[in-house]
Structure formats: C-alpha cells, structure tokens
C-alpha cells in the first residue's frame, strides 16, 4: 500500500512539474542534468563579453539557455567546449542559445583557447567569480538549462558532452514550453 502511495505521489508531483511548464524528470536524467523540483529564479547578474560590451538576462529573455559556468584554464571545460559549439551551431537561434560564462579567467587566456576563431556563442567574463557564487556554482564546469523567463529548470556539475540526441530532445521541450 505504502509503495502505491508513493508512486502515486510522484506520478501527482511529475504531473504538476508538467503543468507548471518543467521538462519530465525523466528526460532531464536522460540527458544528465538533476531536475530541479520547480523552476527556481535565476539571480540576476551583469558581466562584460569579450568585446567589453555588458549582458545581462534581459538579453536573453525568451530564449532557452543553457549556461555554461567553464574557465580555459580548466581541462574538462576545455574538453566539454566542443560540444557546446557543436549544439549551438545545431539548435541555436531565436529560441535557444548557448551561454558561457569564465569563471576567474582572462580575455587573453579565452582568446588564446579559442585560437582566433571567433565564438559561436556569447562568452562572458566572470573575472572576481561573484555571479559564479550567486548560482552557487562551485568549480568548474557547472551548467544549468533555464527556460525563457530565465528560471533555473536544471543543472549539472561537471563535464559532459552537451550535443547528444537526449540533450537536445530536453532542449527542444523546454523551448515547447
């Protein structure tokens, strides 16, 4: 009796995540991020780009995001970077986008990781970690998926290669949303 009640529960609290426009756990897990029980409120923040200019989410409202907290001097950030490209280059747009943020790193240091080419997606420079620390995200590489209001949907901490097929099926619902 006690385990029906118990698959019932979550069967009632995946239903609701549905309804408040969450992705379905299990696809969250399929794509190897941890499903936040309900969309929490991003904090708000305001860093240079490359170029100086300054971003914030605002310029980003409306799509869905997912943010990259990485650093070049950082091996797996470096190894997962790739990926990131690849599935912007796939899906970004006017719905969806890549964002990264380096963390405790320099202009120089991104540009030489990138070897001159130029980003295919927005890099941002997080220099004193002070919006690292506000998204509690310790260490690097930690990602997380928001939706287009800018809440936090999921995350993960570590590495991972972000172009794969459940990846983007996660992406493609949250833009569904």
């Known amino acids: 009796m006690k385990q029906g009640l118990t698959t019932l529960l979550l069967a009632l609290l995946a239903a609701g995540a549905l309804a408040a426009g969450m992705p379905a756990p299990e696809l969250v897990q399929r794509a190897g991020m941890e499903a936040y029980p309900v969309a929490l409120r991003a904090p708000h923040w305001r860093l240079?780009?490359?170029?100086?200019?300054?971003?914030?989410?605002?310029?980003?409202?409306?799509?869905?995001?997912?943010?990259?907290?990485?650093?070049?001097?950082?091996?797996?950030?470096?190894?997962?970077?790739?990926?990131?490209?690849r599935l912007q280059q796939k899906i970004g747009g006017k719905d969806f986008t890549v964002l990264a943020i380096s963390v405790s790193d320099s202009a120089d240091g991104v540009a030489r990781f990138l070897g001159g080419r130029a980003p295919v997606f927005d890099i941002l420079m997080d220099d004193n970690g002070k919006v690292s620390?506000?998204?509690?995200?310790?260490?690097?590489?930690?990602?997380?998926?928001?939706?287009r209001q800018g809440?936090?949907?999921a995350g993960r901490t570590g590495p991972q290669h972000w172009d794969s097929p459940a990846m983007e099926a996660l992406i493609r619902q949250a833009i569904d949303k």
Do not use: I, K, M
């Open 48 to 85: 240079p780009g490359l170029g100086g200019a300054p971003h914030g989410p605002e310029d980003y409202q409306g799509r869905v995001v997912l943010l990259n907290f990485w650093a070049s001097w950082c091996p797996p950030c470096r190894d997962e970077f790739p990926s990131l490209e």
């Open 133 to 147: 620390t506000a998204f509690r995200a310790r260490g690097v590489p930690v990602t997380y998926l928001l939706d």
């Open 151 to 153: 809440r936090l949907l």
